[in-house]
């Protein structure tokens, strides 16, 4: 059964970077709809952006498209969320989480039946 493992995060200063990984315990990853996803205290989890299995498609939420970018890496089995411009509202724990049955992915969470344990994102001056 696949396992996620989210690292990368971290504290960083508005306008800062970061890079988060998403690994697999299996080897093909890239069979796999991977999407990132947030969750902030006190609020709801959200989607954030999303990469398709059947062709590398990408989407992204409005208030991250821009400034985040979503990417395989078919040689670590990873997927990156490559985050810049930081803002204190993009502070949350993220996840990333994987699914193989439709061919196009979405931020819906409920199609996601493997998810990783998260990671903090705390942007801050």
């Known amino acids: 059964q696949l396992q996620l493992v989210e690292s990368g995060g971290g504290v960083v200063q508005p306008g800062g970077s970061l890079r988060l990984s998403c690994t697999g315990s299996?080897?093909?990853?890239?069979?796999?709809?991977i999407g990132w996803f947030r969750q902030a205290q006190g609020k709801e989890r959200e989607g954030v952006a999303c990469?398709?299995?059947?062709?590398?498609?990408?989407w992204y939420e409005d208030f991250v498209r821009g400034r985040f970018t979503i990417s395989r890496d078919t040689t670590n089995n990873a997927v990156y969320l490559q985050m810049d411009s930081l803002d204190v509202e993009d502070t949350a724990v993220y996840y990333c989480?994987?699914?193989?049955?439709?061919?196009?992915?979405?931020?819906?969470?409920?199609?996601?039946?493997?998810w990783g344990q998260g990671t903090q994102v705390t942007v801050s001056s």
């Open positions: 299996e080897s093909n990853l890239e069979a796999y709809n």
């Open positions: 989480a994987a699914e193989n049955r439709i061919r196009i992915a979405t931020l819906s969470p409920i199609l996601y039946p493997t």
């Open positions: 990469i398709s299995w059947s062709d590398d498609s990408t």
